[in-house]
């Protein structure tokens, strides 16, 4: 099974790179295969109504085989029926600032609504319960987008949060997710945020919206914004401190855990390989994540555990031998929640992670670790593998950058995988599946507009 990630189906324009490049092996094998159509969005997947699909949805559900509700679902929910506002992680993080006169820092990401990683409405349900039970310090640490949501949306997002604000909540840091989020161990892009967030590190402004003001005076989106601290009188005005509360709100796991890991973890260096080593640990936190981080973060709270996802795939194959594979930025994904979030493997399945290549954007390298994924996937045919699933990253994660000269690249080297695997399978009189977790390479831009979609 090969998941090409993010490809989609859509109508030829402009706006599609993958009707405007030459696709000679997908070509033959759309035209000469049986195939069907998928919704891979919305309730078709568990996620709200009409929102844009996405990989950890997309994948969950394909190893599941049926439709599993999605945690941010699950929230919106609680929000709804006032449960939220009685979640005893919640209590708890709130109390504790209050036995010890100290902070709350929500910290998260800010973008429209469209995100698998973030949803306005459990920030301002937060902002809600903070003020209902008379909170009196609240900081908020915004993680901006440019991925999911357009590349220049942080700014006017900022200023309908700003607009909000009750007495005492305060934006306190402003961090590009491309330093807050990262899920690739680049550490150094981590430990900025941390640095920001803990010691008040990075360009002291005064004002939110000059932070996007400059950054878009210099060409730079929402996702690259290096970290900005909020200060009064040339000093941070919410750094995170001993004894305080930290609610991390993104309901998406994949690339939440790695800036959680030094606010938690008791041996974070002895943990986690070429990482880095914290100037200050704040002592005495509770940490709150709003859905299930995994099992190696102790002492979080999670307000809203995961729920089991029993008899998916490798677990239905386990008599067979079976293997995972995917390069880095995916390796979650073909795992973790394909298997319905379980950390360990279920189905005594095995696991391959191709290295991700080393760069800024992924247009830099635009066919990303596609070649070496094609070449695992044929050993382990020669290996005897029943079955083998391999996610194809590229196809998403050059969409993502806006470039449609990379995506086209991306979609070529996606090519050539497909040739070399197909021809492989040929060989051993296999079945090969080709399908999708979501779209998103098929419409790069706002025809209306004119406007790059990411």
């Not at 200050?280 to 299930?292: E, G």
């Not at 307000?303 to 594979?325: E, G, M, N, W």
Request: with cysteine; charged share 25%.
């Amino acid at each position: 099974m090969l998941i090409l990630d993010g490809w989609g189906i859509g109508p030829d324009s402009e706006s599609n790179p993958i009707t405007r490049t030459e696709l000679p092996a997908f070509d033959k094998l759309f035209v000469e295969s049986r195939r069907a159509r998928l919704w891979a969005h919305g309730q078709y997947v568990g996620l709200p109504k009409d929102q844009d699909g996405n990989s950890e949805a997309g994948h969950l559900n394909l190893g599941a085989g049926r439709v599993v509700k999605q945690d941010a679902v699950i929230v919106s929910e609680a929000i709804a029926d006032g449960t939220f506002f009685k979640n005893p992680a919640f209590r708890e993080a709130i109390g504790h600032v209050k036995r010890n006169n100290s902070s709350m820092h929500l910290m998260g990401m800010l973008s429209d609504g469209q995100s698998a990683h973030a949803t306005p409405g459990h920030l301002y349900a937060l902002l809600a319960l903070m003020a209902q039970e008379k909170v009196e310090r609240v900081y908020i640490h915004l993680f901006t987008d440019g991925r999911d949501s357009s590349p220049h949306a942080g700014r006017e997002l900022c200023a309908s949060l700003a607009r909000r604000l009750a007495a005492g909540q305060k934006i306190a840091t402003i961090i590009g997710r491309f330093y807050a989020m990262d899920r690739k161990k680049e550490w150094a892009r981590t430990e900025r945020a941390y640095n920001a967030m803990v010691l008040g590190e990075g360009a002291c402004i005064s004002d939110p919206m000059a932070v996007f003001d400059a950054n878009y005076e210099n060409g730079v989106t929402d996702e690259f914004i290096e970290p900005a601290v909020i200060c009064e009188d040339g000093l941070a005005i919410g750094t995170i401190a001993d004894n305080d509360s930290i609610i991390f709100f993104n309901h998406r796991s994949d690339r939440a855990r790695q800036l959680t890991k030094p606010f938690v973890q008791k041996d974070f260096i002895g943990k986690n390989s070429e990482t880095f080593k914290p100037k200050k640990v704040a002592r005495n936190l509770r940490f709150v994540a709003l859905t299930d981080f995994g099992p190696d973060l102790a002492g979080i709270l999670t307000a809203y555990p995961s729920i089991d996802v029993d008899r998916s795939l490798p677990a239905v194959l386990s008599k067979f031998k079976q293997i995972y594979i995917a390069e880095t930025e995916k390796y979650a994904h073909i795992t973790y929640f394909f298997n319905g979030g379980y950390a360990d493997p279920v189905g005594g399945e095995k696991r391959l992670m191709v290295p991700s290549p080393r760069v800024d954007r992924y247009d830099q390298a635009p066919a990303m670790a596609t070649a070496e994924l094609a070449d695992a996937c044929v050993r382990a045919l020669r290996e005897g593998y029943d079955f083998i699933a391999v996610n194809i990253a590229a196809t998403d994660m050059v969409a993502h950058t806006g470039s449609f000269s990379a995506a086209q690249a991306a979609l070529r080297a996606t090519d050539r995988a497909l040739r070399a695997v197909a021809a492989a399978i040929a060989e051993k009189n296999g079945t090969l599946i080709i399908t999708a977790d979501h779209g998103n390479i098929e419409e790069m831009k706002d025809l209306s507009s004119g406007r790059v979609d990411t």
